[in-house]
């Protein structure tokens, strides 16, 4: 494999996706100055790949930042993997084009690397992300995910995009796209939350089987905004099996949380806006886990989701009522 691939995966377009990314969603009171800010030092850092979103609101901040990166030549634009994804308010067909170009007017870019859909719920079109009605219900609607789907694929054809995939999906789900008529192009991915406490071993068992690269978030517990996040919910990076591992390894708990996902496997994104633990984070390429600690981390799975996203709960398409 060439170098320049070496901590990289193909996916089943082609296309090589880095294995370690960096997430960029903060919290609602974090100023948006701080995207900018640690993307920068992310990419000096090392790392490639970039994980944004519409929905998080910084786009212009990341993108700045990657283009001040590639002027100053620490980077060119091919060597960054940049993922965006298509929010909920937009999955009519009609406006997922749209959708993208608005994403790439915000990044000031021709292309993003992967386009994905955020989550398999569909809210009604509008200026709201999280539109309301006058009783304070959240607006939810149906849209058929495989027309939304069929919309990606032109993206991908009109070269706005590299890959096309999903993001919280469960099987059938996934199910349904590989089953539709006519369909184009596969998923190359699937981005879901994963971690020791909710380790996916059936889902990423079933994305393998399909050649769909499963990507985790929340891979070091969660961002605990305490408007997605239980409060009370474990911090996993505290957890006894976890601290010993970083101990034996001489490593952080963050890295031996990382390390577990890259060895079985699985893509995986680190959120940190902190410049000491992004400079960590990128350090787990240089040591490994046993057979024994990694079946030590398989024994913390408890099924324990983070982000139950409750807002969808009552829409047919929530994708989370399933074992997998």
Request: glycine letters at 4%.
């Amino acid at each position: 494999m060439d170098p320049k691939h070496s901590h990289s995966v193909k996916l089943n377009d082609g296309n090589f996706m880095p294995r370690l990314g960096f997430g960029t969603f903060a919290p609602s009171e974090v100023p948006k100055s701080k995207a900018f800010e640690f993307t920068k030092v992310a990419i000096e850092a090392g790392f490639r790949h970039i994980d944004a979103a519409f929905v998080y609101e910084n786009e212009e901040q990341v993108g700045a930042a990657i283009r001040e990166k590639i002027a100053d030549g620490t980077v060119k634009r091919e060597d960054i993997f940049y993922t965006t994804k298509l929010w909920a308010t937009y999955f009519r067909p009609e406006l997922v084009r749209p959708a993208l170009e608005k994403s790439l007017k915000k990044l000031q870019m021709d292309y993003v690397d992967l386009f994905i859909i955020h989550f398999p719920v569909a809210m009604r079109p509008g200026d709201e992300l999280l539109p309301m009605d006058d009783k304070g219900q959240f607006m939810l609607e149906s849209v058929d995910l495989r027309d939304t789907w069929e919309a990606l694929e032109k993206c991908k054809d009109a070269g706005l995009t590299k890959s096309i995939g999903v993001s919280n999906f469960n099987r059938k789900q996934l199910e349904m796209i590989l089953n539709k008529p006519g369909l184009k192009y596969k998923p190359t991915c699937n981005q879901v939350e994963c971690h020791a406490y909710l380790n996916q071993s059936k889902l990423l068992e079933y994305c393998k089987s399909k050649d769909i690269v499963l990507v985790a978030y929340s891979a070091l517990g969660s961002h605990r905004d305490p408007n997605w996040v239980d409060q009370s919910s474990p911090v996993l990076l505290d957890d006894p099996v976890i601290s010993s591992l970083a101990e034996k390894h001489k490593r952080t708990p963050a890295q031996i949380a990382l390390r577990y996902q890259l060895q079985r496997g699985v893509v995986v994104l680190a959120k940190s806006f902190n410049e000491k633990r992004i400079k960590e984070n990128i350090q787990v390429f240089d040591f490994q886990l046993s057979s024994e600690d990694m079946k030590a981390l398989d024994g913390l799975n408890r099924n324990l989701r983070y982000t139950t996203a409750d807002i969808f709960a009552g829409h047919p398409n929530y994708p989370f009522s399933d074992e997998y």
